[in-house]
């Protein structure tokens, strides 16, 4: 069977025409965000920066809440991806958490700090909206599944003691990081660095073998 696409499987010229304001829509709003941050971001700025309707945006979004969900989801993509490439090579647990380390303080100098911090308190908002439906298990976050998975490799590999939970330890892992991160970010880059290689360390530790 044919593996080229038929002309049912193309979007028609309206689909394209919807596809493509709305990704305008969306990066004139992240935009947006990044210099004031989500909450003193103003619709009717985002609007005139894409060069739509107001009411396109609420068409594509109902909230802003809903662009900044799916900045999440595209972020951590992005971050996956790249651990996954880290964590093909020779590595040992600490260079993994090291790594995821370094990997969310990018995104935060990516981003910037208040739509970090924003993003992060949507992230744990119980009223958080789904960029896709059933999206609430731990599983649907590619950073968490590559953090078990790390963890539980290196139990493989006799770096933890046999019994050690990786979901667990993973489970507290990153939600402490994504804690010291915004408690940390008015500190010199000295002092923060020193201080997120002690929560390492902390965390490896707590699963060492003995």
Known sequence: MSTMATAEDKPNGREVQRRETRQRVYEAAVAEFKRVGMAAADVSDIVKAAGVARGTFYFH???????????ERNEEARLAAQ??????????????????VRLMAQL??????????EMLALHFSPNRPEVLPGTDRWADYPMMVLVVRAIGLARDRGETYPQADA?????????????????????????????LDNFVATVLRSVEAR
């Open 167 to 195: 979901l667990r330890t993973a489970q507290f892992f990153m939600p402490a990081l994504y804690a010291m991160l915004i408690t940390s970010h008015h500190l010199p880059r000295s002092a923060r660095a020193e201080i």
């Open 61 to 71: 979004f109902p909230t802003k809440e809903h662009v900044l969900a799916e900045l």
């Open 108 to 117: 935060e100098r990516r981003v910037g700090k208040v739509l970090f911090r």
């Open 83 to 100: 651990l996954e490439k880290f964590l093909a090579r020779p590595h040992d647990l600490r260079g993994a958490l090291a790594e995821v």
